[in-house]
């Protein structure tokens, strides 16, 4: 019964734009909000998904040539702006919850690029504190969105968690952000079993500087698992 209300309430009940409270349709997002978005298209790296002017050799951007990262391929929906920055910030606090299906599926495509059938699909978790404070972790529910919307990927939130209760990375430089998440991450005797040899993919909703999801990758090379991909809703140029 509440499906159904849900459902038809979906067509009866005029939708308002979660960023600026003008008419909205389905997405709970404006047409106008949504143009103030930047999706990442073509050319991108290969590796790091950063976007490209122009496709290059072998599709590697030059920070990937001078520093190979850790993570296998990482990709991002769009890029990290003043409006995805709401975006994100409407998911994490309040009831932020209503935009889950429509980022899930902005994501869906690349989903399906980075995962494979067997694929741990794991959320970077929050300290248990902010996640109390939260009373949910937004990357986890697009990881649960994903997973059980695509035949693909199995979720897997309870095996990594953030022990070490981290300062805010605003702020910070990129050696501080790294200093402040040394062995933030640690795998449940659950987790180091079920990683090893594994691919995993992260969720996390947005890359800066990308210490958070390289200090998870460390954890999960640590157990012993094939590979890290990483998914993000935005990220920076
Ligand atoms: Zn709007
Ligand atoms: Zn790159």
Not at 112 to 122: M, N, Q, R, Y
Not at 189 to 208: E, F, Q
């Amino acid at each position: 019964m509440r499906h159904l209300i849900d459902h038809l309430s979906t067509f009866i009940l005029p939708h308002q734009c979660v960023l600026c409270r003008s008419f909205a349709d389905s997405t709970n997002l404006c047409a106008s909000c949504w143009s103030g978005l930047e999706p990442i298209s073509d050319p991108k790296c290969g590796q790091c998904g950063r976007p490209l002017q122009h496709d290059l050799p072998q599709g590697k951007c030059g920070h990937c040539w001078l520093l190979p990262p850790s993570i296998e391929r990482t990709r991002a929906w769009c890029l990290y702006n003043d409006t995805s920055r709401a975006i994100v910030l409407k998911f994490k606090h309040g009831n932020g919850l209503a935009l889950t299906p429509v980022l899930a599926s902005m994501l869906g495509r690349l989903y399906e690029e980075l995962v494979t059938a067997d694929s741990l699909v794991i959320p970077v978790p929050l300290h248990r504190w902010r996640y109390l404070h939260r009373r949910y972790n937004q990357s986890a529910e697009l990881a649960r969105r994903l997973t059980s919307t695509h035949n693909c990927g199995l979720f897997a939130p309870n095996l990594l968690h953030r022990h070490k209760a981290t300062t805010s990375q605003a702020g910070l430089n990129q050696a501080q952000r790294k200093q402040n998440l040394a062995n933030a991450f640690q795998l449940n005797d659950n987790g180091k079993v079920a990683v090893r040899d594994r691919h995993i993919l992260l969720i996390d909703d947005v890359l800066t500087t990308g210490a958070t999801l390289n200090e998870a990758t460390r954890t999960l090379g640590r157990a012993g698992c094939q590979s890290v991909s990483a998914l993000v809703i935005a990220r920076v140029r």
